[in-house]
């Protein structure tokens, strides 16, 4: 008998769970899209016009690592300037809206998701932002400059190099920003695993395949042949992958049935 009542309550319960999620038309859902998209862009252009005011200091950031090396930008058309301005403009203003912009992608899913489930969007926001940055810093500081000195001091010390803006700031651009996106590897797994559509196990009996993935990617982005090198990049991708296996088995869905079961 009192199996039955607990049977009931935690059926009672997972109804009224299940009546949280509000019903939403596909017009409603392409109007709340709407409405995220119009707030993000508003976000945006404001981060583009605080970033426009410093857009010197910008630019001297990005090309300080070719500075420390002798070399300095050039440009061969009349435009590359006010591009390189725009361009570092846009993509700071970016950096400066993400958490407002990742809050608006946070309000628009978080209408598919369980109460219990939303109160991720703090530990969201700040582990995207934050991940990101450290993988940028960490292209920034190590794998940039180390990549310049090597292919234009090293290899290239018997030519005269002429850095342009447009191959440089190409350059800068596929490092820092395939860094930052690299290191969002745990969040992409969180919501894989939040929706049940990978589980611990899986990522843990494929690590093998997994570690060979990061070591060709680390192959591409590390400048030096040196396999010591190499395992340096490889190293913090690896460290994102099992700490990935951690917050899957933390938001996987059978974990936290298993909980309630035992609850």
Same mark, same amino acid.
Request: hydrophobic content about 55%.
């Given at each position: 008998?009192?199996?039955?009542?607990?049977?009931?309550?935690? !059926? %009672?319960? !997972?109804?009224?769970?299940?009546?949280?999620?509000?019903?939403?038309?596909?017009?409603?859902?392409?109007?709340?899209? /709407?409405?995220? +998209?119009?707030?993000?862009?508003?976000?945006?252009?404001?981060?583009?016009?605080?970033s426009?005011? *410093?857009?010197?200091?910008? &630019?001297?950031f990005?090309?300080?690592?070719?500075?420390?090396i002798?070399?300095?930008?050039?440009?061969?058309?009349?435009?590359d300037?006010?591009?390189?301005?725009?361009? $570092?403009?846009?993509?700071?203003?970016?950096?400066?809206?993400?958490p407002?912009?990742?809050?608006?992608?946070?309000?628009?899913?978080?209408?598919?998701?369980?109460? /219990?489930?939303? /109160?991720?969007?703090?530990?969201?926001?700040?582990?995207?932002?934050?991940?990101?940055?450290?993988?940028a810093?960490?292209g920034?500081?190590?794998?940039?400059?180390?990549a310049?000195? +090597?292919?234009?001091?090293?290899?290239?010390?018997?030519?005269?190099?002429?850095?342009?803006?447009?191959?440089? @700031?190409?350059?800068? /651009?596929?490092?820092?920003?395939?860094?930052? +996106?690299? *290191?969002?590897?745990?969040?992409?797994?969180?919501?894989?695993?939040?929706?049940g559509? &990978?589980?611990?196990?899986?990522?843990? #009996?494929?690590? %093998?395949?997994?570690?060979?993935? $990061?070591?060709? $990617? !680390?192959?591409?982005?590390?400048p030096?042949?040196?396999?010591w @090198?190499?395992?340096?990049?490889?190293?913090?991708?690896?460290?994102?992958?099992?700490?990935? +296996?951690?917050?899957?088995?933390?938001?996987?869905?059978?974990?936290?049935?298993? #909980?309630?079961?035992?609850?």
């Amino acid at each position: 008998m009192v199996d039955a009542v607990e049977a009931i309550g935690k !059926a %009672r319960a !997972a109804v009224s769970e299940r009546a949280e999620l509000p019903g939403m038309s596909l017009m409603e859902h392409l109007d709340e899209l /709407r409405k995220r +998209i119009v707030h993000s862009a508003i976000y945006l252009a404001i981060g583009f016009f605080v970033s426009w005011f *410093f857009r010197d200091r910008l &630019v001297g950031f990005i090309q300080a690592p070719l500075n420390r090396i002798g070399k300095s930008m050039v440009f061969t058309h009349p435009m590359d300037p006010l591009n390189l301005d725009l361009q $570092v403009a846009l993509v700071g203003g970016a950096i400066l809206a993400s958490p407002f912009i990742l809050y608006q992608v946070w309000l628009f899913i978080a209408p598919g998701l369980y109460q /219990r489930e939303r /109160r991720f969007v703090i530990p969201f926001m700040a582990a995207t932002v934050g991940l990101f940055l450290g993988g940028a810093a960490f292209g920034y500081f190590y794998v940039l400059p180390g990549a310049l000195k +090597i292919l234009i001091v090293d290899f290239g010390h018997n030519f005269t190099s002429m850095v342009t803006i447009e191959d440089y @700031t190409g350059f800068f /651009r596929s490092i820092i920003l395939g860094l930052g +996106i690299s *290191f969002e590897l745990p969040i992409l797994i969180f919501f894989l695993a939040m929706f049940g559509i &990978v589980s611990p196990s899986f990522l843990w #009996k494929n690590i %093998r395949y997994a570690i060979l993935a $990061v070591f060709l $990617v !680390a192959a591409v982005i590390c400048p030096s042949p040196d396999p010591w @090198t190499m395992c340096i990049y490889a190293v913090p991708m690896l460290a994102l992958y099992l700490i990935g +296996i951690a917050v899957a088995w933390w938001v996987h869905p059978s974990r936290r049935k298993a #909980k309630e079961a035992a609850q």
